[in-house]
């Protein structure tokens, strides 16, 4: 079973649906997007929505299973660090919905076969295991979705305004040739806005981050210093093809202190 939950990348759905068809895999595909949304309204809180699309995950999951007993999840280690006291006194950062985002009670028995190893490790455990470089090199991408990078509350329109201007940041990397020179790259929409002018009118707009980083097991990175002449294009691109946004910034933070997601 695959849900889509209304929170992932531009056409991602069709994507995921495609490439499962080529492993020869039979999986149904579940839209629980307004559900999801639904029980996102007006939440601003990371942690309560974090926790709400866990619960519902779980829920869509059992609703949908047959005879199936086990959920298997792709959880990994700094998932599991970031949200609970592994040993000694670390605090929890955020809880991953994979992790402290469960619910105590499930019917379906909990696998996770990666929860020990760092994303460098799953990689080299794909390519052994034959998977295309194009599906390893995809760039890390949260459980929650773009409900954390919809900073405060989330809705369709919002989530799609991000989508799109996502989707124009990711292609330009990949023909620019640095989307594999980055550990990550995104979009957060800030719930903020900004006064601009386009034409001779003024605007009254979202501002929107774009976030690049550099790493090896996600555990710290360094914020990646792209071409001015590309953010330039990337950010006229957006202001200009994105209706609802007229303000464009580039994130310079590294982990720590900042986390790699805002949210």
Not at 49 to 78: A, N, S
Not at 98 to 106: A, E, I, Q, S
Not at 138 to 158: C, Q
Request: aromatic residues 6%; neutral net charge; hydrophobic residues 40%.
């Amino acid at each position: 079973v695959f849900v889509d939950n209304g929170l992932l990348r531009k056409n991602e759905a069709e994507k995921v649906m495609s490439f499962l068809s080529t492993l020869g895999l039979r999986v149904s595909l579940v839209d629980a997007s307004d559900l999801f949304l639904k029980r996102l309204k007006s939440v601003a809180s990371p942690e309560k929505k974090r926790k709400i699309i866990g619960k519902t995950f779980i829920q869509v999951f059992e609703e949908q299973m047959d005879h199936e007993k086990f959920l298997v999840q792709g959880t990994l280690y700094p998932d599991v660090i970031e949200s609970v006291s592994v040993k000694g006194p670390s605090a929890t950062i955020k809880s991953h919905h994979n992790v402290g985002g469960l619910p105590k009670r499930m019917k379906l028995k909990l696998i996770e076969p990666l929860r020990e190893l760092f994303k460098d490790e799953v990689r080299a455990v794909g390519r052994e295991l034959g998977i295309a470089e194009d599906i390893l090199m995809r760039h890390p991408f949260p459980g929650p979705g773009l409900a954390v990078r919809v900073l405060g509350s989330v809705n369709k329109e919002r989530l799609d305004v991000l989508r799109e201007a996502d989707e124009i940041f990711i292609e330009e990397l990949k023909s620019s040739g640095l989307y594999s020179q980055v550990w990550q790259a995104f979009a957060v929409l800030l719930p903020v806005q900004s006064v601009g002018v386009m034409g001779d009118k003024r605007t009254y707009e979202n501002v929107l981050a774009l976030r690049a980083v550099e790493s090896t097991d996600g555990m710290t990175a360094d914020w990646a210093p792209l071409p001015h002449d590309f953010l330039a294009r990337v950010s006229n691109r957006i202001i200009n093809e994105v209706r609802g946004i007229n303000r464009v910034a580039y994130d310079i933070s590294s982990k720590p202190p900042a986390t790699i997601e805002w949210e």
